[in-house]
Each structure stands twice: as C-alpha cells, then as structure tokens.
C-alpha cells in the first residue's frame, strides 16, 4: 500500500501524476485527506480522497508519498498523523517520497544528511545536510525527492522503479508516450 498525504493547499499535479503512474503499474494507492476528505489543492482545485487520516493503517504499507505546494507542505508538517508515518516508514525501512517543497519536511527531521535530494528551487536551504542535485527525481536508499510539478511523471516513474522494477517503470513510460 501506498498513502499519498493531501493536505489543505496540496499541489494537485505532484499529488495525482504519482497515483496515475503507480495505478497503471499495479501498485495500489490510497489517496489520505488530511482532516477531511473533499481537500482544495493550492489551484482551488478540490480533490475527494480516498480515505482520511484517521482511517490509514500501516498494514501492508510501501510508502509514503508528500506532495509540494504551499501551504500544503506546511499543512502536511503539521499533522501530526503524516509525522507518524513518516517516521514509521523510516522505522520500518520503508520508502519515503516527497516532491517539491515537501523535501524539506524530510529536511527538518534531519532524514536527508549526507544523501542526494532534491527540490524546488529555493527550499535546498531546508534540506539540511543533503546535496542537492537539482535534478527531476532523486533516489539514495528509501527516500526518493522530485522537483517540481513538471517533474511530477519522473518522480512517479522512479517511485514506481523501486516499487515494481525498472521494466515495469519502463513499459509504463512507453505506454504513456514519456521521452
């Protein structure tokens, strides 16, 4: 199982590109209302969840994936219940995903220091300790960062490489017209 946190302000691309991608390779995702379960996104663009937070279990859990967008992120940080999971997927050597501004979450947890990362541009100061690379999508161990909205599909698609393997990722590239 896979949980992608939505909270208040969320960035809808960041949030819904990884759930397409891991859906067309099989992996089942859960989108999680932080609060609730109808979630504007940072686009006023409102979004119904799968489940909220106090419905998630850890049964069977992957990963966690944390969208970007402002104040997403800061919501995201906040809940108290995003916190336990992402400390229970570090527990648990679990995979940690988070694109955009949502890296430096990560960050001032000190879970990035001494790895690769990357973010949107502007939050590499909040990534304490980590190098960070600039590019779309970045794995070292279980956490994986992306970019941006425009990385969106990358940061899927690598998601979906440590999840399933690379010719699942890649198969899913092609049949989805990717360069």
Known sequence: MVYVFLAQGFEEVEALSPVDVLRRCGVEVKTVGVGEKTVVSSHNVPVVADITDSEVTKENLEAVIL?????GTLNLEKSAVVQEYIDYAVENDLYVCAICAAPSILGHKNLLNGRKATC???FEKDLYGAEATGDFAVA????ITGKGAGAAIE?????AAKLCGQEVSDNTRKSMQCP
């Open 67 to 71: 969208p970007g967008g402002m104040p």
């Open 120 to 122: 949107f541009p502007g």
């Open 140 to 143: 070292d161990g279980k956490f």
């Open 155 to 159: 940061f899927g698609l690598l998601i």
